[in-house]
């Protein structure tokens, strides 16, 4: 459209103007669903961060458990030591709101590490299988195809069941968040070495890439510099997916008890051990931690969702 | 034609002869088999009879030999918790697995590829938009909850549905079927629902994304251009192209049906295979450990040996490139 | 009366920005048997006429003004129902890339018969025997064996007859053809062409032939549209506008094509509507380190090369199968000069251009720079230093620049890379480069998506010359770009040789731009070089059946004006 004239060049803007005047920066103001998503995305990472300042009671500390205050409802003081607690207490006493705020801390430290982790092994050995090709990608991506075929949540189970068995047991508990990790992550880099090979393939072939080949460049600052910037926004869509999925991977290893322990307990840890009380009617032990899971699976779910559309032009 | 499919069918040897050596090696160094069969008063002559009886003094590749030899006769050990041979115990639950994987299976690709073509072509739709945030809620919603859920409203409040295990079974030969009793077939509704529901939402918005990919292609443009109904554009000449993917993905997410039966089962404490595994974990049992993941590999690779024959009756160009060969 | 008439067409696309009208009160009318030109740049509007006529303007665009009447209906606001029951009886359509327009799982026949029988109903005997006809009638030899056949079975110009079969299967009155040859080879281009003119006169049908290449209008049309920024600049017989054009843009638009017949010293300088950007020529030449050409020295010595590519993988040896892409090439490119590479996609044109780069490796043969053999080269510090005197100009603007990265470091990045500065000396240079290639330093400062083509392939330019290298590759530098900005570029690296003394490799599939721009040619088919010739004597008297054959189909533009074109002696 702008090939007819050669233009006068305009003069520059900032940085930021450029921004906030993109078409990406555009839609994310003029959507509601990514404004609001992305507001509780941060209001419950800021809770869970800050989580020691804001929650009124530390849930972990066996000096400030009044096991008298135990199964108090919600909002309603308790019979016999009159305290009220905002979202009632659990079988121990503990304060359940403070229980979700260091339950969140858990399940996001872990969600976060565990698509950080997978990102940076998926993103590299994507990028290598593409930039070199040959018997390095049919390694790789076989290695890929076959652990794809297995779902995620039982690859991380075996990595679980496996780590457990050679770890010593006195230090099962202080692993188990580590462990995790990492089993979340090994089961889930599949998805960003494919995408970010499918996505190098294709710019690999692309002039710039032999322009500098040409200059010289070496295979390093080639995938790193011109490559990796040019994937990186399927990758940005993918890590938001993953980060929703890794943290309903945390909380359903942690319900199945091959989790968090309950000493740190997670929202799923948090959700197994309400599922008990359930039946006997104190619904909020299970009901108020299965809410904040919803919540942040949801929030980030809905912003991985919009980010797929507004990084993707040609589906609007 | 023959050549793919031995190519494809050497592959999946592959896959499986390497799953082998995963499950072998966490045999062989995954706690010591000796610790977990003898107890605490042991002489060193005990350990070398059993250590000679395992054949554990034998080189590696010998092991691994005998392992899979024994694999493929369907022998795995002996259950370290249970005392019993794992192939015994892994009969007696295939059943109740197999039964509910199948119907959630049916459930979500049935309904699963229905709801995509139509959110995809109604895509401006208020039917088509509610669907597709519902599915979004279904996406963020962890299986173990919905069917936490579902066992609240229909088993504690409305006390309509059992909340936990196959109700009575009926014994066929060595098959133990809950499909012909009421109380099978009522205990079998909600883990169902709550393992078909997930899977149905994952292979609806896969569906409903390669449609929209496909209804801008070319071709689609040009037979719109022709003067084509919508009818045919939308249920002959995308729908077949949309299938090509999405054959595939849903083949990977049939594979995943098994994997959460782990956690339906557990809520619902259904007594299959995935009961019997997340057991095994938690207890380090490694036989059976082993033998469940040899088991679904199998299972698996013979999902992904059907995906591809389909894919080759689906598509011409790689018919075509198969006989080049 | 006329078949189709367009009155005071707008065509509106609001974007958040602005209202951009694409179509701008435009008249338009075709007559039967009539193929009705519509040419411009790109975004000038034409493809969206197309798509209004059809109805199917992509959202959000509308019809803003205006009303398109066949054989005097309205068809213009006519609801989707009975705009399908006139897509493909009364109107059709030809897009440009025939292997995306037909549907992959169906056979051919399916395709006919499914669409026959939309609009015509009978039998599926009647409309296989339809279909047969259609096929035979395009020209597809074997119909029998050839419709139960899926597209992919069928070449690239095979596949556009079956979709000119399929747009022809209900006797349609009006035909849009959008581009229909810009995706083929020459050859195959010139019997597409044949074949929409055969069946436009037999028929009686009505064509709207949209494409952005005068050759294709000159040779086929009868009368002509030139477009302009979504506004009608000149309509009437295509003999007379190509002619006698009498509006500036269309003077300048015909100035602006190469000519197989008459060879320019430069391309007329095009001032319609934009400033003509200044290349400095001579601020660059008083910075670049004097060369002394000996042409009678080659510079570049290729000896038996051959270049073989894995075409189906195969684990042992004998399953793997190979084509060969370059096969037993020898020739020599003298200082100075400018070489020519001329042949149809697939020929091994741009392999022998990547090979001469480095970036393929050779199977077979040499390749000698200045004496030195090259091809074999693994030392690090050897391969830069023949790197730094070999740059290379891509085809595609738009993928030839890396997107993340700002102007100025693309720039910088080849002498960063050889360390021939160091610090605020680099910044001065690649300003310095920038201001020569006509687009000023605060150019610098932006992504390569804020340019336009012809301003991005003079980044490319710049960033080729960053190094003062002696050999420039061109590949097809400028079959991606509109003509008027094509000449803007063919000027500069005239000058470059002229001024610069740099020695050319050009490598095109354009017969008159190849003899617009160089000395001596090389005539390839599959991998070989079947005739090397003085460029002069290669248009005059071709020695090889292939080349001649090249040069009959290649479209003549003598009807073209020569107004303001001075001939070079």
């Known amino acids: 459209m702008t090939d007819t004239i050669e233009t006068p060049t305009a003069p520059t803007k900032s940085r930021f103007t450029k921004f906030w005047d993109s078409d990406f920066a555009w839609s994310f103001r003029h959507s509601p669903v990514a404004l609001i998503a992305s507001l509780v995305v941060l209001i419950l990472l800021l809770a869970a961060v800050f989580a020691p300042v804001i929650a009124p009671y530390n849930p972990f500390d066996p000096a400030s458990l009044n096991l008298m205050n135990g199964f108090t409802p919600p909002g309603t003081p308790n019979a016999f030591t009159q305290e009220t607690f905002f979202l009632g207490t659990d079988d121990q006493g503990r304060d359940v709101f403070s229980t979700i705020l260091y339950g969140m801390r858990i399940s996001l430290f872990v969600g976060v590490s565990a698509v950080m982790l997978a990102l940076i092994i998926g993103v590299i050995l994507g990028l290598v299988a593409a930039y070199f090709g040959g018997w390095v990608e049919t390694l790789i991506m076989r290695i890929a195809d076959v652990q794809l075929t297995f779902p995620a949540i039982l690859v991380a189970m075996l990595i679980f069941g496996i780590a457990k068995g050679v770890t010593p047991p006195e230090y099962r508990n202080e692993m188990a968040i580590y462990v995790l990790i990492i089993a979340i992550a090994l089961s889930d880099w599949v998805q960003f070495a494919r995408v970010v090979r499918g996505a190098a393939l294709v710019e690999k072939n692309k002039e710039y890439v032999q322009a500098a080949r040409l200059i010289g460049r070496g295979p390093i600052p080639i995938m790193f510099r011109h490559i990796l910037p040019n994937v990186l926004s399927p990758v940005l869509v993918i890590a938001t997916i993953s980060l929703a999925l890794a943290i309903i991977a945390e909380a359903t290893l942690s319900f199945l008890g091959v989790g968090a322990p309950p000493t740190q307990p997670s929202l799923g840890t948090l959700i197994r051990i309400g599922q008990g009380f359930l039946f006997s009617g104190e619904w909020w032990i299970l009901f108020f931690p299965a809410c904040t899971l919803l919540a942040l699976a949801l929030s980030v779910n809905l912003l991985g969702d919009w980010l797929r559309d507004a990084l993707n032009p040609k589906l609007r | 034609m023959f050549a793919y499919i031995v190519r494809r069918m050497l592959q999946s040897v592959i896959v499986l002869l390497v799953v082998g050596l995963v499950a072998f090696s966490m045999f062989r160094f995954v706690g010591d088999p000796i610790d977990n069969m003898l107890g605490q008063e042991r002489t ?57 994987a199948f119907v959630s299976g049916f459930l979500a690709i049935t309904m699963g590829i229905a709801l995509g073509v139509f959110t995809a072509i109604r895509r401006q739709g208020i039917a088509a938009n509610v669907i597709m945030t519902v599915s979004l809620i279904g996406v963020s919603l962890p299986t173990f909850l919905i069917g936490i859920l579902l066992i609240y409203i229909f088993s504690v409040e409305l006390d309509l549905l059992p909340s936990f295990g196959r109700g009575e079974t009926v014994m066929i030969g060595n098959w133990s079927t809950g499909f012909l009793t009421t109380s099978g077939l009522k205990a079998l509704i909600l883990p169902a629902i709550t393992l078909g529901l997930y899977q149905m939402t994952l292979i609806m918005r896969l569906v409903r994304s390669e449609m929209l990919e496909v209804l801008r292609a070319d071709y689609v443009r040009f037979a719109r251009a022709r003067g084509l109904s919508d009818r045919v554009i939308n249920f002959r000449h995308a729908l077949k192209n949309t299938m090509v993917p999405v054959i595939t993905i849903t083949g990977l997410q049939l594979g995943s049906i098994i994997a959460f039966a782990i956690i339906t089962e557990t809520v619902f404490q259904w007594p299959g295979v995935g009961l019997l595994f997340i057991n095994a974990i938690q207890f380090v049992d490694i036989p059976v450990m082993a033998a469940y993941l040899m088991l679904i590999s199998v299972m698996f690779v013979s999902i992904n040996l059907i995906v591809d024959l389909l894919y080759y009756a689906i598509d011409p160009r790689l018919r075509v490139d198969a006989r080049a060969t | 009366m006329s078949l189709l008439t367009i009155n005071d067409l707008t065509v509106e696309f609001p974007t958040r920005r602005q209202l951009f009208t694409a179509v701008d009160h435009v008249d338009l009318s075709v007559e039967p048997g009539e193929i009705h030109g519509l040419v411009g740049e790109s975004g000038a509007g034409k493809s969206t006429i197309g798509a209004a006529i059809m109805g199917l303007l992509d959202r959000p665009g509308r019809i803003a003004s205006g009303t398109i009447k066949l054989s005097g209906d309205q068809i213009s606001g006519l609801d989707a129902v009975a705009m399908r029951g006139l897509r493909g009886k009364k109107i059709s359509m030809i897009f440009q890339d025939p292997l995306t327009s037909l549907n992959p799982l169906f056979t051919v026949r399916e395709q006919l018969t499914e669409t026959i029988q939309a609009h015509l109903g009978g039998t599926d005997a009647e409309a296989n025997q339809r279909a047969r006809d259609l096929i035979d009638r395009v020209g597809i030899p074997d119909p029998d064996t050839r419709l139960d056949q899926y597209p992919h079975q069928f070449s690239g110009g095979m596949r556009q007859r079956v979709v000119i079969a399929l747009a022809l299967c209900t006797e349609p009155d009006v035909i849009i053809a959008d581009e229909p040859t810009t995706a083929l080879d020459v050859s195959v281009q010139a019997q597409i062409l044949d074949l929409i003119k055969e069946l436009a006169l037999e028929r009686q049908v009505g064509v709207i032939l949209i494409t952005h290449d005068m050759g294709v209008i000159a040779d086929t049309t009868d009368k002509v549209t030139v477009m302009y920024a979504g506004k009608v600049v000149e309509t009437g017989p295509t003999s007379q506008v190509m002619g006698k054009p009498t509006h500036e843009y269309t003077k300048s638009l015909i100035a602006a094509v190469p000519r197989p017949t008459l060879k320019l010293h430069r391309f007329p300088q095009i001032s319609y509507g934009g400033r003509e950007t200044r290349f400095a020529i001579d601020d660059m030449a008083r910075h670049w380190p004097k060369v002394d050409n000996d042409t009678s020295k080659p510079v570049f010595e290729i000896r038996n090369l051959t270049k073989k590519f894995l ?102 990045e080849p002498i960063r890379h050889h360390k021939l500065m160091e610090g605020s000396d ?30 991005r392939q003079r980044i490319s330019i710049a960033r080729a010359l960053a190094t003062q290298p002696r050999f420039l590759i061109c590949d097809e530098p400028t079959s991606a770009l509109d003509v008027s900005i094509q000449a803007q570029i063919l000027n500069i690296l005239k000058d470059l040789q002229e001024h610069l003394g740099l020695t050319l490799l050009f490598i095109s599939h354009d017969l008159p731009v190849v003899r617009q721009m160089c000395d001596r040619v090389a005539v390839m088919k599959q991998g070989k070089v079947v005739e090397l010739q003085e460029t002069n004597e290669l248009f005059a008297n071709p020695q090889t059946e292939y080349a001649s054959e090249l040069l009959r189909l290649m479209p003549k533009l003598d009807d073209l004006s020569t107004d303001g074109l001075e001939a070079e002696i």
Do not use: C
């Open chain 2, 44 to 100: 060193q002559a005990d350990i070398d009879r059993l250590r000679a009886e395992l054949g554990l003094d034998q080189p590696f590749p010998v092991q691994y030999y005998k392992f899979l030899k024994n694999a493929v006769q369907g022998n795995f050990g002996v259950s370290y918790r249970q005392g019993r041979p794992v192939s015994t115990i892994i009969a007696e639950r295939a059943p109740a697995t197999l039964e509910l």
């Open chain 3, 311 to 412: 075409q189906r993988k195969g684990l042992l040896p004998w399953d793997r199968t190979y084509f060969t892409a370059v096969d037993d090439v020898s020739f020599d490119i003298r200082a100075g000069e400018v070489f020519g590479v001329v042949g149809e996609s697939g020929s091994g044109k741009s392999t022998i251009a990547r090979m001469i780069a480095g970036l393929y490796p050779v199977d077979g043969g040499t390749i000698t720079f200045e004496g030195q053999v090259v091809s074999d080269l693994t030392n690090r510090a050897a391969l830069d230093a023949y790197r730094k005197n070999i740059q290379m100009i891509f085809q595609d603007p738009y993928s030839s620049l890396n997107p993340r990265m700002r102007v100025d470091d693309i720039v910088a």
């Open chain 3, 426 to 455: 680099i910044k001065r240079r690649v300003n310095e480069l920038l201001d020569q290639v006509g687009l000023g330093h605060e150019a610098g400062l932006k992504y390569p998506h804020e340019f336009s083509g012809g301003q």
